[in-house]
C-alpha cells in the first residue's frame, strides 16, 4: 500500500490591525546605566546594573544580567538623569543571554543630590 500525501499551501498572510498603545505616557528610546537595589530573600539587599532601553513618566523597560521577581519592589537610580524613585517589576523576559525587566514607577522619580 502506497500512501501520497499531497503538499497543502501554508495559509495566506494577513496584515495584522497595528497595536493599539495604553500607556499614558509616551516612551523615549534611552541608554542610561540604572542601578536597581532590591531584597533578596537569600542573600539580603542586593544591586544589580541595568542599562535602560526605553523610558517614560511612569515606567522603563531596562536590561539587566539577572532576572527580578514579578511584583518585586525596587529602589533605582539612574546616574545620568539623576533620577531615583520605587519602582515594581511588571515583567521580566529573557532575551538571550540577558532579561529584559518591565519597571513601573507608582511615583514619579524624583531629583537626587
Known amino acids: 500500500m502506497v500512501v501520497k ?3 497543502t499551501a501554508p ?9 493599539s498603545e495604553h500607556r499614558s505616557n509616551k516612551r523615549l528610546p534611552v541608554n542610561y546605566r540604572f542601578l536597581i537595589y532590591f531584597n ?6 542586593r544591586c544589580v546594573a541595568a542599562r535602560g532601553i ?3 513618566k511612569s515606567g522603563a523597560l531596562v536590561e539587566t544580567q539577572e532576572p527580578l521577581a514579578l511584583g518585586n ?16 517589576v511588571r515583567h521580566c523576559t529573557v532575551r538571550g543571554p540577558k532579561f529584559r525587566i518591565g519597571l513601573y514607577f507608582p511615583n514619579p522619580l524624583t531629583r537626587s543630590s
Do not use: F, H
Not at 40 to 45: S, Y
Not at 77 to 85: A, T
Open 5 to 7: 500525501l499531497k503538499p
Open 11 to 19: 495559509p495566506p498572510i494577513t496584515a495584522s490591525a497595528p497595536r
Open 40 to 45: 533578596d530573600p537569600e542573600a539580603g539587599q
Open 54 to 56: 526605553n523610558m517614560s
Open 73 to 88: 519592589t525596587v529602589y533605582l537610580k539612574v546616574g545620568d538623569l539623576g533620577l531615583m524613585g520605587m519602582a515594581s
